[in-house]
């Protein structure tokens, strides 16, 4: 089985701070790990994939996620927040080699305040 | 525009009358599929289909149905819809899904209210 958690239901930072949006997942096999946005009243949007290579992945709107397999996380953060990037945040994982579909966590509301 | 297009937004309805959610796609995706978004739940599968009359279940199948009679519909159907598929459900397309993790694209969504 897979499964994604995001232990944070809300994520609350002052607008210039750096913010962190965390997930952790667990697999039985080598991860595809994503993260996806939703703005309000719209279907998600993609921001960046952790395929293989390099643990530090880099995406749109100045979005980075790390992988560290040894404690099977993949957070998604960035330097300076800005209050358009409030929205909810989707951490999703699927098997490398594996037809199983990607899995999504339950979502991290993040807020950032002028 | 690409775009991933479903119809309608808002729809509210009878439990057991059938009804049926459009999703057409314009990129010549291969792959298709429908999610639904329940708070706390986040975002769950219920179909879906990796090609022209492929298609499987997802996760939560139950009470619903598909068809994929050509590349670019893939509409979700609810022959007797009941209160708690009350939810809000996205179609999604994918160039090849198992060749590159190509991602997922979404339509805005259709929210579904069964009284």
């Known amino acids: 089985a897979q499964s994604v958690a995001q232990p944070e239901d809300q994520v609350n930072v002052a607008e210039g701070n750096p913010l962190t949006v965390k997930c952790t997942y667990s697999v039985s096999g080598n991860p595809y790990l994503f993260w996806y946005v939703q703005y309000p009243n719209r279907g998600l949007q993609f921001l960046l994939k952790?395929?293989?290579?390099?643990?530090l992945v880099k995406g749109s709107y100045g979005f980075e996620a790390e992988f560290n397999k040894s404690q099977t996380s993949f957070h998604l953060k960035k330097t300076t927040a800005l209050v358009r990037d409030s929205a909810l945040y989707f951490c999703?994982?699927?098997?490398?080699?594996?037809?199983?579909?990607?899995?999504f966590g339950s979502g991290t509301q993040l807020t950032v305040l002028p | 525009e690409a775009q991933v297009t479903q119809n309608p937004r808002y729809l509210i309805t009878v439990t057991g009358k059938k009804l049926t959610v459009t999703c057409s796609q314009n990129m010549n995706h291969e792959y298709m599929s429908w999610y639904r978004q329940d708070p706390g739940l986040g975002l769950r599968q219920i179909y879906y289909?990796?090609?022209?009359?492929?298609?499987d279940k997802g996760d939560v199948p139950e009470g619903y149905k598909v068809s994929r009679k050509e590349k670019r519909n893939f509409p979700l159907i609810l022959e007797s819809p009941s209160p708690n598929q009350t939810s809000l459900y996205f179609c999604?397309?994918?160039?090849?899904?198992?060749?590159?993790?190509?991602?997922?694209?979404f339509g805005n969504g259709t929210r579904l209210t069964v009284t």
């Open positions: 289909s990796m090609n022209v009359e492929v298609t």
């Open positions: 952790y395929i293989t290579g390099d643990n």
């Open positions: 999604a397309s994918s160039l090849r899904w198992l060749e590159n993790n190509s991602p997922l694209h």
């Open positions: 999703a994982v699927r098997v490398s080699g594996s037809a199983r579909q990607l899995t």
